[in-house]
């Protein structure tokens, strides 16, 4: 019985993955918008019934990953180090995950172009990512809540978690307008990395020192 479970589990997770690499690769060739669901199940050979299966809404079809990386971003804080801030383990959770960090070569650059006029052509993708990106933020002040036994309507784990998720936010926007500006993919990942370090010093420095208007 554990053998057959494993394997319907694996052969799930196969169908999972067909279907949302045809659906990204359908994107990138028509736009979100000019693909329907219909469409996308006839190109990975199943019934339109099985896509809602394994994806809600179309919208989960394109962003199939973000539920796996807020799972493993909470992991990341959750399973910090004794004695080690929560802006140390997101730190080290952001910056070592590969991506936007470790752009090499030409398909990486038309890959991130693809994916970034999909993404920026699509209100609804945009609206989505908001959603998700308020999630995030939720979730990860209701950890460090958690953690420092703050009341349920505490502002600090809030103002903490939604410092921390800006800083992802801001990279993400960053190098989207720098693929959209015709930048390559080994130079954006140089600037990020960059842009990266910066941010996460400023966050750790504090905001008294910065941006004081000279008379």
Do not use: C, W
């Not at 960090?101 to 994916?115: C, G, N, V, Y």
């Amino acid at each position: 019985m554990t053998t057959e479970t494993g394997l319907r589990e694996r052969k799930k997770e196969r169908t999972r993955q067909a279907i949302a690499d045809t659906a990204r690769r359908l994107f990138a060739e028509r736009g979100f918008e000019g693909v329907t669901v219909a469409e996308i199940a006839r190109a990975a050979d199943v019934a339109e019934k099985t896509v809602f299966n394994y994806f809600p809404t179309k919208e989960d079809l394109f962003y199939s990953r973000l539920e796996a990386f807020e799972e493993e971003l909470l992991a990341a804080v959750r399973e910090r180090s004794r004695g080690e801030s929560v802006l140390t383990a997101f730190r080290r959770f952001v910056m070592g995950r590969r991506g936007v960090f470790d752009l090499k070569d030409d398909e990486a650059t038309e890959q991130l172009r693809a994916i970034t006029r999909v993404i920026t052509a699509s209100p609804a993708l945009l609206a989505r990512e908001r959603e998700v990106m308020g999630r995030y933020t939720e979730a990860l002040a209701a950890l460090i809540a958690e953690e420092t036994s703050a009341g349920a309507d505490a502002v600090e784990p809030r103002v903490a978690a939604a410092a921390l998720i800006g800083i992802h936010r801001s990279l993400i926007d960053y190098v989207r307008r720098r693929a959209l500006a015709g930048a390559g993919a080994p130079e954006i990942g140089r600037e990020v990395r960059r842009e990266a370090k910066r941010a996460f010093a400023r966050l750790e420095r504090g905001l008294a020192d910065y941006a004081v208007k000279s008379t």
